[in-house]
Every structure is written in structure tokens, then in C-alpha cells.
């Protein structure tokens, strides 16, 4: 019941974002903790400062704790409530619950370790330091940035001021306070068009903006309504996937199932009253064409995390800058990141972080030791393509976009099994391995035929 209730105050604040019209500065994933209001100037010094209790946050304190114990380390993080967001590609086609995919944030900081429960409001890395929103100023010997990235609706001129997305026929898997309108309008979709987009900017899970569409598609045909409906999938990428081997078997299924892609195509603006999205043609910028919908799922343009981008930790486009081997910040050498937040030119996925994690503490041990850092992450990360209720193609590559593939078979190929992972096997690692410290290394699916699960 307790989720269920974070769940009503997420909505509210969703209510108040567009009461306000400030979808980009309400953070939609994330609540803030009433203590943050409560100012102080107190101090306090830790060994280890981890800066986000996401993924990458909490793995790297609980394996800090375990390498320096629990007092040597806080995290700041001000929601209450943690999320396993790659859940929400079935939350938003109605295969899982959306309560299933958050649980309280003091149930996944590691016991012992300080939790700081408010925003980070300023990082100075010339003197060590981190200013909190609740007026707190923490001291730190290293620190190890997960703040994630932003996202950023407010910049889809018509999204902001749109009060009911449900009867507007609109969702996003992208926030816990949206992932469900996505399943509305799917069950109220009678027919016409089902557009989906992709940004053009970075984004987390590159592979989500399609996923939602192969389970569209299949749902559709299983209440009878496939026949009226037109399937458009408008990127901004000028291909359908990164790596040539998946894009290659994606692009069978697109054709076999008769969906419309359209390469270079942003969406710049919805009309909700009549149920128009606008798209620019990004290879021919101004040119503009409208969509008509029934159903409109967006993924919103996303960028760095603010107080990232505005401290001297950001590289020219506002990301950590670090070294994409390492994980150690190229210019701060106490200073660490790993996951959205970061430079890595690699897929920012749960299981990038996974990887990360391990290379990362690989890093910082050695540099506690005072020595280089002689672990290397070659930029692994994974994206389970659910193409449809029942099916996945396991896409895992390298920086380069070469396959890494775990398992001895054509990975490429649409497998149950591999749907089972994504849907059952992976959420239960993540919390009971991941977030505990004790999963991750390079290939993480390598750990599940470790554990039989072939």
C-alpha cells in the first residue's frame, strides 16, 4: 500500500508540473523530500561522497561500504522512492504493474551509510565540496557522480500545457508519472495512426521509443483493431538501430509487420485538440510534416544533469567528463562517474551501469593504493529489444558497435527466453544483486549462465 500511495503523490505533483507549465524542472521521475526545506549550515566530511541514488549511485555505495565501510560514506539523493525503470516498456503496454517497479529509496541505501535526503545544489571540485538544497555543505576525499541525466517535455512547444494526456491520447514510457497514460491510450485506441518518436539528443534505453511500438503492434492484432491502424515510427537517427546486426533483423520485423519508419524526423510540437504531432525534417531543417493520431507516445528530448552541466566537473555539451576507460574524471583525479550523467560514448542503459560498476571499483581501489588504475571498460552495454509480448532480441555491444554477445546462439533472433530474462530474471538481479553490490562486471547476462539460466 505504500507504493500505491507514493504512486497518487507522484500524480499530484504530476498535476501541479502543468499547473505550473514546468514539466523540465519538475524532474518526473523523482519526488523531493519534505527535510529539504528545512535549511542548515551544517557541515560534514565523508571519505566517499556519492552524488544520485540511482542505479549507479546505490551499487557504488554498497560496494564503498563494503571496501571502506559504511561510515566513510554518504549518498545524496532526495526522492523517496527508487525505480527500475527498464520495467516501464511492459508497464506501458499493460504486462506489469507499475507499483512493481518502485520501491521505497531507504529500502535500497545501504545500512550504515548516510543518507542525505535532498538535492545537490552546487559541486565544487577545487575545494571538495558539495552544497546541498537543504543548506548542507559536505567535505569529501572522492567523489563519485550518478546524477543521471534530465528530461526535458517542456521542449515540445503544446506538451507543457497539455492537463490530461490521457484524453489527449498520449504517454511516455520515460516517467513513472506517465508510463500508464501510454497504456490508456493504448486500450482506448480504436483507429487511425499510433506514432511513436525518438529525440534528437542523447537518450537513456535508445532501444524504448521502438519497443513500445512492437508491443503495440502486437496488441493491436491481438483485440482486433490491427486492421485500422497505421504504425509510424518517426526517429531523428538516420537509422533504426545503432548496430548493423540488430537494425538488420529490426528492420525484417518492420517490414513483415507493415509499419511506417521515417528516418530524420523530430518532434518538435503536439496539438493535442486535434490530435496533431509536428515533425521537422531534420535533413532539411524547416521543412515541417504533420501527423494526425490516435495515439501519440513521446519520448522527450533529454540532456545533462544541471548541476552537472553548471560546475567545472562538465565537458563542453555538459556531460561528466571523463575517461571513458576508467571512469575517472579526466581534469579531478578524486572525482569518479558512471552512468547517464557521464560523457561514456556508449548506450546508457541499466546494464552499462552494471558494467561499470565493477571497473569503477576496480578503479578506485587502486587509486586509494595510491597506483593507476589498470582495469579498462571497453564500453559494454545491452538493450533487450521486446519485440512483442513474448520476445526479445538480446542486443549487446561495445563502444565500437561490435556485438558482445553472452550467449553461444544468434542473439539477433526474436527468443521467449530472452523475454523471460528481460521480464522476470532481470528485475529480481537488480534488486537482490546490483543494488547490493554484487552483480555487474563486463557482459552482466554472463552472470545468468553462471547461474544456469541458459
Known amino acids: 500500500m505504500a507504493t500505491v500511495r507514493v504512486v497518487h503523490r507522484q500524480r499530484a505533483l504530476w498535476r501541479q508540473c502543468h499547473r505550473t507549465a514546468a514539466i523540465g524542472i519538475c524532474h518526473l521521475h523523482t519526488t523531493t523530500s519534505s527535510s529539504s526545506s528545512h535549511a542548515s549550515s551544517s557541515k560534514e566530511h565523508y571519505k566517499v561522497l556519492v552524488l544520485g541514488g540511482g542505479s549507479g549511485g546505490i551499487t557504488m555505495s554498497a560496494r564503498m561500504k563494503r571496501r571502506l565501510g559504511a561510515e566513510n560514506v554518504a549518498i545524496v539523493e532526495p526522492s523517496e522512492m527508487h525505480y527500475y525503470q527498464p520495467i516501464w516498456t511492459l508497464v506501458g503496454a499493460g504486462a506489469k504493474g507499475v507499483a512493481s517497479s518502485g520501491r521505497p529509496t531507504a529500502s535500497v541505501v545501504p545500512s550504515g551509510v548516510k543518507w542525505v535526503r535532498s538535492k545537490v545544489q552546487e559541486i565544487n571540485p577545487d575545494t571538495n565540496t ?71 539528443t542523447p537518450v537513456k534505453c535508445a532501444g524504448a521509443p521502438q519497443k513500445i511500438m512492437y508491443l503495440t503492434d502486437a496488441y493491436l492484432r491481438k483485440t482486433g483493431k490491427r486492421a485500422k491502424a497505421n504504425i509510424v515510427y518517426n526517429t531523428s537517427l538516420p537509422v533504426l538501430f545503432g548496430v548493423k546486426k540488430y537494425a538488420d533483423a529490426l528492420w525484417e520485423i518492420v517490414k513483415s509487420r507493415d509499419m511506417q519508419v521515417n528516418l530524420r524526423q523530430n518532434l518538435i510540437e503536439v496539438r ?105 571498460y571497453d564500453g559494454y552495454t545491452s538493450c533487450p529489444l521486446v519485440t512483442n509480448y513474448n520476445t526479445v532480441i538480446l542486443a549487446e555491444f561495445d563502444y565500437s558497435g561490435q556485438p558482445l554477445e553472452t550467449f553461444p546462439i544468434d542473439q539477433s533472433k526474436e527468443r521467449w527466453t530472452m523475454y523471460h530474462m528481460k521480464a522476470d530474471v532481470m528485475p529480481h538481479l537488480y534488486w537482490h544483486g546490483l543494488l547490493k553490490g554484487f552483480w555487474g562486471g563486463p557482459g552482466p547476462y554472463r552472470k545468468i549462465m553462471h547461474l544456469g539460466m541458459k
Open 130 to 200: 558539495v552544497r546541498t538544497g537543504n543548506g548542507m555543505e559536505i567535505s569529501y576525499q572522492y567523489l563519485i557522480v550518478a546524477l543521471g541525466l534530465q528530461l526535458h517535455y517542456e521542449k515540445i512547444k503544446g506538451l507543457p500545457e497539455i492537463e490530461d494526456w490521457v484524453k489527449f491520447k498520449i504517454g511516455s514510457n520515460y516517467s513513472v508519472l506517465t508510463v500508464e497514460k501510454t497504456w490508456s491510450a493504448l486500450q482506448n485506441f480504436k483507429e487511425g495512426n499510433a506514432v511513436f518518436s525518438f529525440p534528437n
Open 272 to 376: 493535442a485538440d486535434k490530435q496533431e504531432a509536428v515533425f521537422e525534417n531534420l535533413d532539411n531543417p524547416g521543412e515541417t510534416k504533420v501527423f494526425e493520431y490516435e495515439m501519440l507516445h513521446v519520448t522527450p528530448p533529454m540532456g545533462p544533469n544541471p548541476e552537472v552541466k553548471g560546475s567545472l566537473l562538465a565537458d563542453e555539451a555538459g556531460w561528466l567528463d571523463v575517461n571513458k576507460e576508467t571512469l575517472q574524471h579526466n581534469k579531478y583525479p578524486n572525482v569518479f562517474g558512471i552512468g547517464d550523467c557521464t560523457n561514456l560514448p556508449t548506450s546508457k542503459t541499466a546494464a552499462a551501469v552494471a558494467a561499470q560498476s565493477s571497473i569503477l571499483d576496480r578503479t578506485i581501489s587502486k587509486v586509494l593504493k595510491n597506483e593507476k588504475p589498470d582495469s579498462k
